[in-house]
């Protein structure tokens, strides 16, 4: 049963910073490529941050600079460190990957709360 969990998300003031966790089981990490999306209330949902089988990123234009997405691999655990947060950073970020065949698969998504 591939599982996808994500944690870190909360409430913080504008300019602060978060730390998000994703989990993963039930898959080959190391050959996968990881995802960070996020949903706005009232958007669609958007592609943050990307992380490939060899560590390479890309991010979305409006968080370079402030975003880093890394990834464990014997901690099976892909991370995506926000700082400068502003208040149109809030919404729910969700961890996804292909996985395998049957993919791909989405955590249950993380609330991240910025206050101005």
């Known amino acids: 049963q591939v599982q996808l969990v994500e944690s870190g998300g909360g409430l913080v003031q504008a300019g602060g910073s978060l730390r998000l966790s994703c989990a993963a089981s039930?898959?080959?990490?190391?050959?996968?490529?990881f995802n960070w999306y996020r949903q706005a209330p009232g958007k669609q949902r958007e592609l943050v941050a990307i992380i490939t089988t060899l560590g390479k990123t890309n991010y979305t234009d409006s968080v370079k600079g402030r975003f880093t997405i890394s990834r464990d691999n014997a901690k099976k655990t892909v991370y995506l460190q926000m700082n400068s947060l502003k208040p149109e950073d809030t919404g729910v970020y969700y961890c996804?990957?292909?996985?395998?065949?049957?993919?791909?698969?989405w955590g249950q998504g993380t609330q991240v709360t910025v206050s101005s």
């Open positions: 996804n990957t292909q996985g395998n065949r049957a993919g791909p698969y």
């Open positions: 039930g898959i080959i990490f190391s050959i996968n490529t």
